[in-house]
């Protein structure tokens, strides 16, 4: 028997899914699936229906530097 493999985007998915659901209860959601509530708030503002990379992590780089 092969073992599912669940990729971080399977993942992230799959909580949102799960956090839209009426009567959900965000902060046992997210201890389930061992994440902050903080993070799972960002990741429920950031997640676009239409734009399947809005779940991808950023880069951290700054966008300018003082020098």
Known sequence: ???KVKTKMSQRY???QLANKEGCNFSQLCKRFNISRPTGYKWLHRYDEKDKLSLE???K???YSRV
């Open 14 to 16: 799959e909580f949102l």
């Open 1 to 3: 028997m092969a073992w």
């Open 61 to 63: 780089k700054p966008y």
């Open 57 to 59: 992590d950023h880069s």
